[in-house]
Nanobody, 125 residues
Framework: VQLQASGGGLAQAGGSLRLSCVFS????????MGWFRQAPGKERESVAA????????WYEDSVKGRFTISRDNAKDTVHLQMNSLKPEDTAVYYC???????????????????WGQGTQVTVSS
């Protein structure tokens, strides 16, 4: 199983980026998916999570109204649309998958079994 994240880069404050994460080598549709981020010198924090069908979503308070998580089960892909970016959004962003058949959305990293390699997002002021 592999998670490949992409879409990071440099953006100006107020700008947008769209992250994508392709899941391969296993069953995607019955996995809760999440996005996390880690800024230099800080602990990894959860950003957003989405249920199997995409009907239920969770967001960390600082990104509510700015970020949108979505998934395409036909393409085994989860996205994170990031709008109104702020310099404090600068971090390495990781996608992660919960265990197969585990339906509950959790924000804590310990509940996620599979991780992608991360993609750097840098927001300039």
């Amino acid at each position: 199983v592999q998670l490949q994240a992409s879409g990071g880069g440099l953006a100006q404050a107020g700008g947008s980026l769209r992250l994508s994460c392709v899941f391969s080598g296993g069953t995607f549709s019955r996995r809760v998916m999440g996005w996390f981020r880690q800024a230099p010198g800080k602990e990894r924090e959860s950003v957003a999570a989405i249920s199997w069908s995409g009907s239920t979503k969770w967001y960390e308070d600082s990104v509510k109204g700015r970020f949108t998580i979505s998934r395409d089960n036909a393409k085994d892909t989860v996205h994170l649309q990031m709008n109104s970016l702020k310099p404090e959004d600068t971090a390495v962003y990781y996608c992660a998958a919960r265990g197969l058949g585990s339906p509950d959305i959790y924000s804590k990293a310990k509940f996620y079994a599979l991780w992608g390699q991360g993609t750097q997002v840098t927001v300039s002021s």
